[in-house]
């Protein structure tokens, strides 16, 4: 089965190529190598993909829609999941065109490829901040979800409602999840894994907002692309696919998941987690709340288990533990 993946230069995209070619897949990549964060980074993901056989790429921006719909025709895939996209909630307040044209016209050019060549289904991320204000956790896929808190988020809900028109309209089956707080080896620098490492390991202070009372549904990356796989094969149809409590659209093959570790966090556990696998204690210096951000996430996950009988589950000290491992070295040896 050939699968067409956006972002596989990125922490999510290169996981779930590697993934699905290790399952046997042929996988063509997509990504813009944009700098957003280090573009080195980016390059050694698609290197070590690049050492499969059946993995080739095409290095353009999904705003290209030429480029892309030359890339899509040339795969022919059966599958589309597209995660490429401008990330960061802070970064959408200094930059929020960036966002425009990445979130918004780079999904509409995906969306119409996928529609230009029938597949079999289009999945596409999108977050768990289109939750925004919402209070009443874990946060379940049939929750309402109209209060987003940054306008990243408010792309990724805009990104919703184009997919349920699109399945609408043209009977293509999409799915849309929505990721939890994701982090382990290859993750991205600009997330707090990565700068609460750095920072420990040179003896620095960590930047802790809202004074450490923040709680995250933390999603190992390894069980959230085994989500994904698992996902691929639960295509959305008629009302015979629906499960209970299903998203399920009622007039499209369409529907939203979350994919999350259905286990709210501290953030000072986090921290603690990291003291603990580091060997080293953290300096905290306590800061307000951020612009855009949220002080809580928490995953329902009950329909990502009742369509695909599996759940994220790895505990956030184990998960952490791997994580520093893979940062020692990764940045040890560059």
Known sequence: MRVF????AGFI????????LQEGFTVHGFDGMTDYYDVALKRDRHALLGQHPR???TEALLQDDAALQAAVDACAPDIIVHLAAQAGVRYSI?????YVEANLVGAFNVMEAAHRHKVRHLLMASTSSVYGANTEMPYA???????QMSFYAATKKANEAMGHSWAHIHGL????????????????PDMAPIKFTRAILAGEPIDVYNHGKMWRDFTYVTDLVRGI???????????????????????APFRVVNIGNSDKVRLEDFIAAIEEATGLPATRNYMDMQPGDVPATWA????????????????VREGVAKFVEWYRGYYTAR
């Open 5 to 8: 993946i956006t972002g596989t």
């Open 13 to 20: 995209g290169f996981h779930l190529a590697e993934l699905l």
């Open 55 to 57: 993995f080739t790429a």
């Open 94 to 98: 200094e930059n929020p065109r960036a």
């Open 141 to 147: 896929e049939t929750d309402k979800a109209d209060t």
């Open 173 to 188: 089956p999409i799915t849309m999840f929505r990721f939890f707080t994701v982090y382990g080896p290859w993750g991205r």
């Open 229 to 251: 796989r698992l996902l691929i094969d639960a295509v959305p149809g008629g009302p015979e696919t629906a499960v209970a409590g299903d998203s399920l659209s009622p007039v």
């Open 300 to 315: 329902d996950a009950s329909l990502l288990r009742a369509l695909t009988g599996y759940a994220p589950a790895t505990d």
